[in-house]
């Protein structure tokens, strides 16, 4: 390693890209340093993934008490305290984050409680200690943020990382957009009790996922309670005594307490000093990188949601462990961004892996569609009028299985052992040779057998 600079590596960014590239660049004998100026764990941990995923969780349990008595079971009067699971939520995000310090510390990584700022091609200027340090390599790896459009009164919405620490629990609340955390947070406030009304200017949410898997959501989610409006915008925000007013047009008014910006998430590049650098950057802020993950000058790198490329915390560990083998490991690993599996955590869950069938008619020359809509099992004594999707994309000419989304209970795990079929070219035979476990919803993959064909309209 070279003598020349403070560190071999310097990491602008605590969240799980840049931890992974440090951890593994250390091992491979770096000299190693990561900055960030707030907490470890980037959105992820401290304000995405965990804590979404831990308020999922808490907003099932009002559909499990209900469905319980189908089962036999008496429920008594069932009471919600938000400050409990407020307090709960960041005594887990405190715990992990911790993890991810000792990791670094462990790894000989040195961690830096500071906002960093690049001032040349190998200076970093550390902020919080008024001291510059130079790098051989440096990994911009900062994550984005939410964004919010330039509306009248924006500054009375909040946006996903404020819905976390609410004071309290409003008893109205507004979200706009039609991404992920708008679909996940209207369910999670829905679940907590919470009148919900989801704006999406476009005509049906969850753009680039299965129609079938975005129509079923949209009528599980009417029939919990959730108003769902499309074709609609916000033209301005008001602020009144109760909350806010929002004026969506041609004098229609909605009133919440609270209204929630999910319009999509910007890189966090603002501040960094990459511009006067002269690093290309794209439309949004985001840094241009070729498929080694060099920016513009090369031996500043970039991985993760900063790059704009797939904004999901696997990826950014994948890429950033890819960084770390390619400069100290002599190992130059390819990322594959084909076939990712994800999850969008709504009630019902959403899992999918590989084309949606409309992605396939348009890229192969023959598409065969298998597909099943059902009541699970459970709810043949819970009453719920829930039904669950199962479809599998197929290539005609090859017999392989290219796509499989799955609406409903557990379908992010189902979708997880799905994708590795998919990624090992597995087809439909061999999927109809498995032998079914009985009596799972799962099953349904292996047992669909007739082609579904499209009605002639």
Same mark, same amino acid.
Not at 21 to 28: E, F, H, I, V
Not at 196 to 204: D, E, I
Not at 206 to 209: A, C, D, E, K, T
Not at 332 to 341: M, Q
């Given at each position: 390693?070279s ?6 590596l310097?990491?602008? $960014?605590g969240?799980?890209g840049?931890?992974?590239? =440090?951890?593994?660049?250390? $091992?491979?004998g770096?000299?190693v ?6 907490r ?8 995405g993934?965990v804590?979404k995923?831990l308020? /999922?969780?808490a !907003?099932r349990?009002?559909h499990?008490?209900?469905d ?7 429920? @008594?009067?069932?009471?919600? &305290? ?5 307090k709960n %939520? ?14 670094l ?6 961690n830096? /409680? ?10 970093? %200027?550390?902020v /919080?200690? &008024?001291?510059?340090v ?10 984005a943020?939410?964004?919010k459009?330039?509306v ?9 990382n404020e @819905? ?17 955390i ?7 406030? #829905?679940?907590?009790?919470?009148d ?9 949410f969850?753009?680039?996922?299965d ?12 029939? #919990? ?8 915008? *916000?033209? !301005?925000?008001? %602020?009144?005594?109760?909350g ?11 009133e919440?307490?609270?209204v929630m ?7 966090l *590049?603002?501040g ?9 950057c794209?439309?949004?802020?985001? *840094?241009?990188i070729d498929?080694?993950?060099?920016s513009?000058i090369?031996?500043i790198? =970039?991985?993760?949601?900063?790059? +704009?490329?797939?904004?999901l ?8 462990a890819a ?8 190992n130059?690993?390819?990322? &594959? ?5 994800t ?5 019902p869950?959403l899992?999918? *892996? ?6 396939a008619?348009?890229k ?6 298998y ?6 099992m %459970?709810?043949?004594? !819970?009453?719920? +009028? ?8 197929v +290539?005609?000419?090859? +017999?392989?299985?290219?796509?499989c989304h ?5 379908? /992010? ?17 061999q999927? &109809?040779?498995?032998? @079914? ?7 349904e993959l292996v ?9 002639d309209?």
């Open positions: 390693m003598e020349e600079y403070d560190y071999d310097f990491v602008i $960014g969240g799980s840049g931890v992974r590239c =440090a951890r593994m660049s250390a $091992g491979y770096a000299r340093a990561v900055a960030e100026e707030y470890l764990g980037g959105t992820c941990v401290i304000r993934c804590p995923k308020f /999922a969780y !907003s349990f009002s499990e008490f209900e319980a008595e189908g089962f036999g079971w008496t429920t @008594a009067v069932n009471r919600f &305290d938000w400050s409990k699971l407020v %939520k960041d005594l887990e995000i405190t715990r992990l984050s911790g993890l991810y310090d000792n990791t510390s462990n790894a000989g990584v040195e830096i /409680a500071s906002r960093a700022e690049l001032v040349g091609p190998h200076e970093i %200027k550390l /919080a200690q &008024d001291r510059i130079t790098a051989k390599y440096i990994l911009i790896a900062t994550g943020t939410p964004f459009p330039d009248p009164g924006i500054e009375y919405a909040i946006t996903s @819905a976390f620490d609410l004071n309290s629990l409003p008893e109205k609340i507004v979200i706009v957009g039609g991404g992920y708008a679909v996940e947070f209207a369910c999670i406030f #829905n679940g907590l009790g919470v919900v009304t989801l704006l999406y200017r476009g005509p049906l969850l753009r680039g996922f129609m079938d898997l975005r129509e079923g959501l949209l009528d599980e989610m009417r029939k #919990n309670g959730i108003h769902v409006r499309l074709n609609t915008d *916000v033209v !301005s925000i008001e %602020k009144n005594s109760d806010v007013v929002l004026d969506v047009g041609e004098g229609r008014l909605i919440a307490g609270v910006y999910a319009t999509g998430r910007r890189p *590049v603002e960094l000093g990459i511009q006067s650098l002269g690093i290309t794209g439309w949004n802020g985001h *840094v241009v498929d080694n993950f060099r513009s090369d031996h790198f =970039a991985v993760g949601d900063v790059t +704009d490329r797939v904004q915390t696997p990826v950014a560990i994948r890429e950033g960084v770390a083998e390619r400069l100290f490991n002599n130059p690993l390819e990322v &594959d961004h084909e076939n990712i599996p999850a969008v955590f709504s009630t869950e899992g999918t *892996v590989g084309m949606t069938e409309e992605e008619r348009e192969l020359n023959s598409v065969d569609i597909k099943s809509r059902f009541r699970p %459970k709810h043949s004594l !819970s009453g719920r +009028d829930e039904k669950m999707i199962m479809k599998l994309v +290539d005609g000419a090859s +017999d392989r299985v290219v796509g799955i609406m409903g209970t557990d379908a /992010a795990e189902m979708v997880q052992m799905t994708a590795i079929a998919i990624r090992l070219g597995a087809t439909k035979a999927f &109809d040779a498995t032998m @079914a476990l009985h009596p799972s919803a799962a099953e047992t669909m057998s007739e082609k579904w064909q499209p009605t309209t």
